[in-house]
């Protein structure tokens, strides 16, 4: 028996690691206490622990976007994160985007241009566009369309997308300005 395979303080095999970890997490303005395995990504939790069916699974290697969440206000593909890694954030999924029945300028917008056909990318189109607005890097539909490149509409309304977040866009602009 090798030494180098036991615990040399109490001489037992050492500990693997753990099976579940505890963390907090602010979801779509509420504070939320997990037990979850450490290697359960933040999409698989959104979506199997808390029903969260909103943010899609698309191609669950980060390439299509439509798990696009906000952490801390800032855009994330959840497939290719672990929750855990996330302890203490503030997640923003499509279901929070609203404030009561009030939709958020951009879901307005998208419904506006019909900016969806299928529907399936919408959510994680959505979040990305609040991400991509409140970066404040865009100034126009080139910036727009270079910035949203992560973000994948397989079924053609890609160009009234552009144009609901282009509109919005412009709407912040004239109203800074003011």
């Known amino acids: 028996m090798s030494h180098s395979a036991r615990n040399p303080a109490s001489g037992a095999p050492p500990a693997g690691p753990p099976s579940t970890q505890r963390i907090t997490l602010q979801i779509n303005g509420v504070r939320k206490q997990l037990e979850l395995a450490p290697w359960t990504t933040l ?30 206000g800032k855009r994330i593909n959840s497939c290719l994160t672990l929750a855990v890694m996330k302890d203490g954030a503030e997640v923003t999924t499509v279901e929070g985007l609203a404030t009561g029945q009030t939709l958020h300028p951009l879901q307005e917008a998208f419904i506006e241009h019909d900016a969806f ?4 990318c919408t959510p994680g189109q959505l979040c990305s566009a609040v991400g991509l607005l409140n970066e404040g890097k865009a100034k126009t539909v080139e910036d727009i369309r270079e910035l949203m490149s992560g973000n994948l509409c397989r079924c053609g309304a890609y160009p009234n997308i552009l144009a609901a977040i282009d509109k919005v866009r412009r709407e912040r602009e004239g109203s800074a300005g003011q």
């Open 117 to 120: 056909q299928c529907g399936y």
């Open 43 to 72: 999409l698989d939790l959104l979506r199997e622990s808390l029903g969260l069916t909103g943010t899609k699974k698309g191609c669950d290697h980060g390439q299509c976007g439509a798990c696009t969440v906000l952490v801390n």
